[in-house]
């Protein structure tokens, strides 16, 4: 860095006391500062001017004032970053050390006045996924596709964490869901008190497939219907109840299946791919439900019942089998025919019956029609399904039991909806509610007692689950509450309500008691729980989504595919801070490390020697290695890439706003941007400088292209690459200057740069815990704090102390 | 009496009504409008620009690359440039599309930004049973539910699922589970009342910050409200018989055009006057239309002037460009009381990004199709200085068309005229 206008911190401590006292203060300004600001910074950031989107000819010295307030906390870390003024003159550096210390002290007071009357963290929504496992915890509902939960309309949110109370909205597609949701939910808990009684359900082949052309579907002489199963393909060939029958209520059922294997030794099984006449064959019986989609192919409320042996004599088999409410069987061959509604059958229609081309049976029956006409091998014929049930081995089930304290009362009166629902509410809402606060939704239940009690019960639990109580976060104003606190820390460490431990501690004052909320946190952070945040919070914070959004080429990067390294860049990063957490490393290791967490794909992917082994493990690096830290890991080099072509200007942006927390504003609106051009025409370096002649680019390209300069060295999967490839095999050149004059001439030089400057680093890793860890976006109030947590970090650098400290601090103790 | 055509005209909105024998009466007679209805069609990664618009201005221009598929239909379409909405922010300013407004500025207009099919949808209201309809082709990433808009900021859930939405809109339910149905939505109505009820009550002790998100909270309970009775009033009367889709194909070849067949279902259903399809930002390899296809179509737009990529990026806009003729040709086929559904249907396809490459959101690609309406012409709406045209003024023109009575809408200065 340039050391000519950093401000060292000694000097501004001995400063603080030169600063002229309160009263003089406006007059200081109009002496002393704003003759600063005229002959330093008025010239690109005034009327005429504004770089940045920046203008201080008009800021006010009140910073009170949260425009001005903003700007000047924007002025500061410029002046401390050495970034600004960019050209002479140069104030002196006393000089720039007295309006450093001015603009500090008025910051620190005014964040004095400010915090005291902060809102905090606005009113927070319950993330999609905090919602699912808050309502699964809270029935102990088990099913790890929360198909309760499906369908709710995913949390929109463009930049930053998902779960940023301003961001989280609500709105009626939601709030309808939701209704559904606690419908569905309550279908399943509030049972009649007596035990269903078992019917028969006989299920003909029209019942099964409606009469369509696949499975094949026919009728014999006397008029039976029956079903060929002859495909392998999911989609295709499935046996699925069309009508007639679905579970009315979670139990068990007995599914019996009329089947038999015919055509078992048709010499056609060495045409096709079909299974040997000696094997097994396999009939797959599943579950599924209309609701989450078709049922004729996959959906995501499958799940496996039975995988049946069928013979070659018509038999019932018989399935005992879990079915949810609305749920029904669905059969497939699973070895079946492979391809038996393509190619393959075509070849046998021109072979043997003359068919001259696919155009002719395809175009004139349509697809499905043509295995029917022209196969002739083996198959498994069903003739019908019968299902008996509902049984139970309990009444009722353990879910209710444990909802209504092992039994529902005889009859559900006015009393007992009082007591029940203050005390759902409580443990629905996280926190004791009172009776008066329900009094609203105890009169509705009241209401509907005459129409059935059972249905006033649940007509007023409903209503609790649609309540802001359940919806939103519980946090009181000011320093949180022992139930604001378990809260945060359960929803930030687990994702999920606080448990019933957890709510044991708050109702006993323990996590507004330092002590034990000191081990409470230590013991929270060490389980294995929050392995799981760790990987939600690099996802975002290191916008692993783009991966998605921009996969890597399968052509370009057929090796990556196939050396299986694909599947694993991002658990590499998952694994490598996980790490950090569980042995405590320095945090630093984010930005240089001389050992990278890897398996064995990823070591060959980087051509890593002497990894042994299983898994994910640490490997030291040689000497003077390229890769190290964060940014030489396959998941940001890709995140950071468009799938197939690099650009260093999204990976200086990228560098700026995820590891130095010094994003640069948006481009100006009236610039067009530049349209890439890969043919090679011109070099990378030669557009950028073009870039950076045009005036209005320069400013902010002049910072962020050399960020992302030497990091041309690695390709859109994180392979190093000394030139472009293709024909022309341009050669990659990442040597580059940075905007304060410091020269990179490769990727090892620049993670020294990085490094050099880790306090920055610190501070932007704090600031992203703190948001994610808040659900707000950290602001000039909060920077006292973090300020303080980021020097803390140049001593004792652990992650785990890190995350430890940020839960004893204040900004995420209070609201 | 005056007749419609001559109300707008003496109104001072002009807009070409079309000619319809409807509108023909003698003055006295009653007359009955036909049933007016608008599809959108959001192309979010754009029309390749140097292959979509063509070279030549007025009616005698010649199709351009993008829209050959379209030929047989050259008279029953406008093509524009130089319409936009002058927001910037590449993917970030596609979802203003119909808006014309970004989602940031959305506070400064006084309906926020409302798209202009939901706009529509509300001047329907009940009188359908879905107030509109929202497609998306499937595999949309990430956050892609960009097209409609609420007045409220809001995004429209685009749906992908067909089957889902066939049902929704064609499986009658048998009488056991709609009068369940109906019991559940009043159910709801009394709890959302109680919720609503007990939340002001809290409401009232909040500071300012809070007091913001609240109202969020209540107004989209009053919104499902309302919901609830329009669904209420559907809910008991028999669903149109149309014939099943099947089972849902995969091959986008055969996929695809199902979208645009149930929007034509459900129009001619009269189960909603307000369509939109969202052709997403998705990364899929469309393998399926050639083997010369091999990179995602996000990547293709982004086609940085390689002849391959943009061979591939020419073949994906054509299918899709002949899918968009084939719903014309539909609509047109298709009998609507005096005349044929194309001639009572707007159809607008167009994109929020002008060129997806450079992520441009200048001069948006515009198609205005049907509406009885005289097209087949290339209209040009720069001015001789070059400078772009709203294209809320389009959209106000839609409006106008559908029977919206607005001075303005999004960012418009005037109606254009169609």
Redo the contacts between chains.
Sequence with gaps: MNQRKSVSLLNLLALLFLVPAVQAEDKYFETTVKPFLDEYCIRCHGEKKQKGDRRYDMISSDFSDRESAFLWQDMLDQLHLGEMPPKKPFPTSEKQEEIVAWITTKMDKIREEKLASK?GT??RRLSHKEFSNTLYDLFEFNDPNFLMAYGL??????HGFNNN?KEL????????KY?KVA?KVLDNVVLPRKVPKPRKWTLTPENLWGG?D?PVYHKDKEGKSYADLIGSMK??SRCWVEKGFEAPIEGTYKIRIKAQVLNRNHPDWKLHTTPNPKDDFKLGVYATS?EY??I??DNISDYHLKTLVIGDDKMDYEVEAHLKKGFAPYMIWLNGVKGAYSGKITEIAKKRFGVKGRNEVYLKHGRWKVTDMYYRGSRIRVYGMEIEGPFFKEWPPKITKKAFDGKLPEKVDAKYLESHLVKFASKAWRRPVQKQ??S??I??AKANLKAGDLNALK?GM??IL???GF??HYQN?GMLNDYGLASRLSYFLWGTAPSEDLMKMAVNGKLTDEKSYDQLIKTMVDSPKTNKMLKDFAFQWLNF?KI????P???KFKSFYKSGASKYITEETNQFLIDLLRNNKSIYNCVDSDYVMVNSAMAKHYGLKGFKGKGFKALKLPPNSIRGGLITQASVLAATS????TSPVTRGIWVMENLLGTPPP??P?DV????????GATTLVEQLKKHREMESCSSCHKKIDPLGMPLENFDAVGKFRTDYGGKKKLVVEAATVTSNGTKIENIIQYKKFLMENKPLFAKCLTEKLLSYATGRDMTYLERGEIDKIAKGLETKQGFRDLLITILKSNTFKSR | MMNRRNFLKASGISIALPFMPSLAHAAGQKTTDAKRRMVCVHQCLGWEPRAFFPKEVGKDYKLSKTLLPLAENKDKFTVYSGLEHGV???H?AEHAFLTGVHIEDAKKYKEGNISVDMKAAEHVGFNTRFSSLHLALPGG???Y?RTSW?R??????MQE?L??VF?QLFTEETLTARKRAKK?LE??S???D??L???KD?SRK?????K???S??LS??R??EK?IQAQNKWVMSAKPKVKGI???P?NIKELFPLYYDIIALALQTDSTRVASLQLP?T?N?YSDLGDDI???C??LS?H????SRLAQLAKIEAYHMTLFNNFLNKLKNIKDGESNLLDNTIVLNGAGMG?G????N?NLPVILAGGGLEHGEHKNMYDKDKIATPLCNLYLSMLHWFGVKADSFGTSRKALEV
């Design positions: 809102t606005v009113m309309p995913e949390d929109s949110i463009e109370a909205k609500t709105t009626s597609f939601l709030y309808e209704l419908d369509r696949v989609m295709a209309k989609g078709q004729s192919a606060e329900i609203k939704i009169e509705l007509i409903k209503a649609v309540s802001p919806l939103y104003d989504g998605l959004v921009m996969q080429d399968k052509n468009n799938g197939v072509d948006a481009p609106a067009e941007p530049l349209e890439p051009d890969i043919r | 910037t922010g590449g970030y990433v990430g956050r539910d609420t409220a900021g809001v995004s429209v859930p699922k089957d889902l049902s559940i159910e709801n009394s709890v959302i109680t919720v009820g007990q939340s809290l909040m500071n300012k910050d809070d913001v998100k609240m969020e909270f989209s309970l919104e499902t919901k099947g089972t849902v995969s930002v990364n390899v091999t990179e995602g996000h990547l982004h940085g002037h390689s002849k060129n490459s450079a992520h441009s200048r």
